[in-house]
């Protein structure tokens, strides 16, 4: 048979058998259809050793995206852009990334644990019944999992959670990373874009180390947090004196993890029901602020009632008392932060960092900074000489100096904050001469050292005087006893 004969009969057993299946379509009554089709189905199950799972890209009565699909789609992204033909790209983090995935009817093959799969990408299309000289038509994508049958314990368990799990890992890194705050019960978020980092951060080394270990192995605990039957959060309490980097660590702290930010305004919230409210809205993935919690509130360990003489002055001028009464807003209390920081509500949304910052830690009640609230505390002091290094080398791009001796000398013995330290070596000219900025910042560490020195001397004189009134005074006392005794004999 010559290859145009063979062709044309081909091609007449293909038109036989589609008016053989019109006829079936047309002249069969559905009930014997469909009944020749479950059976044609399990037919076809016993040749065909392969299993498809499909997963929709819409799934629900509300249309609502599927979880899982993203996840898929963030999981394939890596492999579709190594194997498929045609892909399709997206900016995310701020315009700063591009992602690939596989365009539609794409296949590509993947590996686990020595069992070969493949992914296909597809849409089904279906017209909407509207009379338009623009017709719409509604796409639903889904992604199919072809598998041999032999393997199915293998890929509904194991493999389809990894493929969860690192579909998720990938999203939070791809993510746009925001600073939230308050208004009231209502988030707000802005691009958080800062740049602080621990390479940058001014604290000992040692120190620094310490921190990073301890935030990494936070990050990575999720199955031992479950074993212990924790919620999985941690609680950190930074404090010092103001300039010393809190909020430059918390800063450092996201970028080091990739977590979101939350920043509270607790006299902003009405009470502890709008509080729990803010709190179930979170993200996991997160880092919970409030700052400056001494005073945010009436949540220290000296917590009075009036005192007699605000109650007078109430009772004799009403109008005085509703006007007080009025800027009363926030009825937050402490028992409902300890709830917010660790009661039962503190578990929704896992994998959140909850960090207090404070300028006056003896001022914080000590129930709410005990271990299993804030389990990590974290003081961030004046400036040493090796916090010094790393902000002349941010600042001036320098390894050593001929006045780092010196420097290290002062350091020893004045008092100045890391912000007072990075403002001398701040360029102050077009030249940005490093000399120039040690040689102020010497002066002013001086000077520092100077006002440290008479301010100890002032207080050793009020101390000796002090001691000297005390001495006169009972010797006072016990020259009118001696008296007084005299008379009376």
Known sequence: MFPRDMI???????????????????????????????????????????IQITFNEFTGERLMRSEAYSAIENYLSSTSSLQAKRLKADIVKNNQSLVLSMDDHEEVADEFRGVKLWWASGKHIAKTQSFSLYPVTDEKRFYKLTFHKRHRDIIVGPYLKHVLKEGRAIKVRNRQRKLYTNNGSMWSHVVFEHPATFQTLAIEPDKKKEIMEDLTTFSKAEEFYSRIGRAWKRGYLLYGPPGTGKSTMIAAMANLLGYDIYDLELTAVKDNTELRKLLIETSSKSIIVIEDIDCSLDLTGQR??????????????????LTKEDHKISQVTLSGLLNFIDGLWSACGGERLIVFTTNFVEKLDPALIRKGRMDKHIELSYCGFEAF??????????????????????????????????????????????????ESLIQALESAKEEARLKAEKEAEDKELSGQEETTE????VDKNVRDENSVH
């Open 304 to 321: 009075k009632k009036k005192n007699e003489k605000e109650e007078q002055e109430d009772m004799k001028d009403p109008r005085q008392k």
């Open 389 to 438: 290094k790393v902000l002349a080398k941010n600042y001036q791009k320098l390894e050593s100096h001929n006045l780092y001796s010196r420097i290290q000398e002062l350091l020893a013995e004045a008092r100045m904050t890391p912000a007072e330290v990075a403002e001398h070596l701040m360029p102050k000219t077009a030249s940005g001469d490093p000399e120039t900025c040690l």
């Open 474 to 477: 009972i010797q006072v006392l």
């Open 8 to 50: 044309a009969h081909l091609g007449s057993i293909a038109a036989s058998l589609m008016f053989i299946w019109a006829v079936f379509q047309q002249y069969f009554p559905y009930q014997f259809r469909s009944y020749i089709e479950k059976y044609s189905q399990r037919l076809v199950s016993f040749v065909y050793p392969y």
